[in-house]
């Protein structure tokens, strides 16, 4: 069962703008986390958020959690071209530790 | 502290040939898990260590596919012989316990030719 599922799966804004994605998981976790992947690269931890917290920022990521609807969302505040990558979670922790993602979502930043 | 690195970062390999990936998670990490994401598609599961020891390996798409963790350290994912659909990005994570969170690599980005 997958344990991090995008939405939406591609998203196009301006620089400048903010971006929101949000994901959806479906057992029980102890913590959540959001990735992003460049293009051809590695994958880089951007922020992880636990089951009792609701709100966390990090620089311009804000990411909420709201474990009774088993979702989660990152917004990323006034976007640049750099942002541009596809942005993955997964919950995790507990019994879950086989993490399954989704297909991620795809955030085009034009400058 | 250094966290989970992969070597190589990119591999160009051709139809056929064998490729070696590593993955040495952080230190003190006994459980260690690969991952890969074909091109467009989900990040997916592959396998996990504890220590040496291989708990689960139902995400190994076939029996060209060999991971080792001998010494209960670095990793070893094999692929022999290669073929076009294993292109991909490989990831490997790492965690103190597999309740925890797990710290991934920066992954190595295979290319069968």
């Known amino acids: 069962s997958q344990q991090g599922e995008e939405d939406p799966q591609a998203l196009s804004i301006q620089e400048g703008e903010n971006a929101t994605m949000n994901c959806s998981y479906k057992t029980s976790i102890n913590n959540l986390q959001w990735y992003r992947q460049n293009s051809g690269r590695g994958l880089v931890h951007l922020i992880l958020i636990r089951s009792n917290e609701r709100e966390k920022h990090s620089g311009r990521l804000r990411v909420t959690l709201d474990t009774s609807k088993k979702s989660s969302s990152l917004l990323i505040t006034a976007s640049r071209a750099a942002d541009t990558a596809s942005y993955f979670c997964h919950g995790g922790g507990g019994s879950n530790y086989k993490l399954t993602f989704g297909k991620g979502t795809l955030l085009t930043v034009n400058p | 502290e250094a966290g989970v690195t992969q070597f190589p970062s990119h591999s160009v390999i051709e139809k056929g040939q064998t490729v070696t990936l590593r993955c040495d998670p952080i230190?003190?990490?006994?459980?260690l898990y690969w991952y890969r994401r074909v091109m467009g598609k989900e990040i997916k599961f592959l396998l996990h260590f504890v220590k040496e020891s291989k708990q689960d390996e139902s995400g190994m798409p076939n029996n060209r596919f060999l991971a080792e963790r001998t010494g209960g350290t670095y990793s070893t994912l094999k692929v022999q012989p290669a073929e076009l659909e294993d292109s991909g990005v490989y990831f490997c994570?790492?965690?103190?316990?597999?309740?925890?969170?797990?710290?991934f690599g920066p992954g190595t980005r295979l290319t069968v030719t």
């Open positions: 994570a790492s965690s103190l316990d597999r309740a925890l969170e797990q710290y």
């Open positions: 230190s003190g990490h006994d459980n």
